[in-house]
């Protein structure tokens, strides 16, 4: 019983921090220690956040579907190869080339070394403070049907950074976009588009571990965890989406350098172990 309440509340913390640019890996990291539960291990983290994940696929379902169809269509008919939604496809495709590969490279890393509270306190300061440089100083005038290959391989590039805990995947991905000069809206749709390819394939990668790998939880939690994340992930999508048509990334970037300058802190005076 007591593994479903920290299931259950993992489950939120994952929900409410996957789409917004905080790092939800840093999050499942970080709380669990300070409650003294401990790590919940990298396949637990990897296996709820496709719960977010199916949120992204049921709130893009019309986009996914236009681009998947306009794909596959373009494969066999030459006339729809130059279309947008054409291109899109190839865009995801070549941007989440970068995760998979680094992902499968540095697996044993991620797992162990790159889970280290020193690193991950410091990647929420750095990279918070690379979000609010991107935001205040890049332009914000080119909508996503502007995208060439170089954005797709620079976004992708920047996806593969959230590898280690604390980057956060929508996080450097919209920066990336930000200095590439994309809207708000715009950078922020493709970041979630291109996440899918990731996650999900993160996820079914780790299954194997649930049982008794790396994770503190078996498979009762770990399925109550991911259906919370699903539910707070759908909502927390349609919040952000409104809030950055017409607000900035700040609020974000400011918690980010709060909670990694707390979590050093911590670690410093010896509350928390890395």
Do not use: C
């Not at 979000?131 to 205040?136: E, H, N, Q, S, V």
């Not at 950078?187 to 899918?196: K, V």
């Not at 790998?213 to 999508?237: H, M, Q, R």
């Amino acid at each position: 019983m007591l593994d479903l309440l920290k299931a259950v509340v993992l489950g939120l913390i994952q929900g409410l921090t996957e789409f917004l640019p905080i790092s939800s890996s840093a999050h499942l990291r970080i709380f669990p220690e300070l409650f003294g539960w401990g790590d919940p291990g990298a396949a637990f983290t990897a296996v709820v956040q496709i719960g977010t994940e199916l949120a992204v696929l049921i709130y893009f379902r019309h986009d996914i579907w236009r681009i998947g169809s306009t794909w596959v269509r373009s494969l066999v008919q030459p006339e729809w190869r130059g279309h947008v939604d054409a291109r899109l496809g190839w865009y995801i495709i070549i941007g989440s080339l970068p995760i998979v590969v680094l992902g499968i490279a540095l697996k044993d890393v991620i797992e162990q070394d790159f889970r280290s509270l020193w690193i991950i306190g410091s990647t929420l300061i750095v990279l918070g403070l690379v979000l609010g440089i991107a935001d205040k100083f890049g332009r914000n005038d080119r909508a996503i049907k502007k995208m060439g290959l170089r954005d797709a391989l620079l976004m992708g590039l920047a996806q593969a950074a959230a590898l280690v805990p604390g980057v956060s995947r929508s996080g450097a991905t919209i920066s990336m976009g930000r200095f590439l000069g994309f809207e708000r809206a715009a950078a922020t749709r493709f970041a979630f588009l291109l996440a899918i390819p990731a996650v999900v394939g993160a996820g079914l990668f780790q299954l194997s571990e649930i049982p008794g790998g790396d994770n503190a939880y078996g498979w009762g939690p770990t399925l109550v965890g991911t259906i919370v994340s699903f539910i707070v992930g759908y909502a927390a999508i349609a919040w952000l989406l409104r809030y950055v048509s017409t607000n900035s990334y700040t609020p974000f970037v400011v918690y980010r350098v709060l909670l990694g300058g707390t979590v050093l802190v911590l670690l410093g005076t010896g509350v928390l172990t890395a």
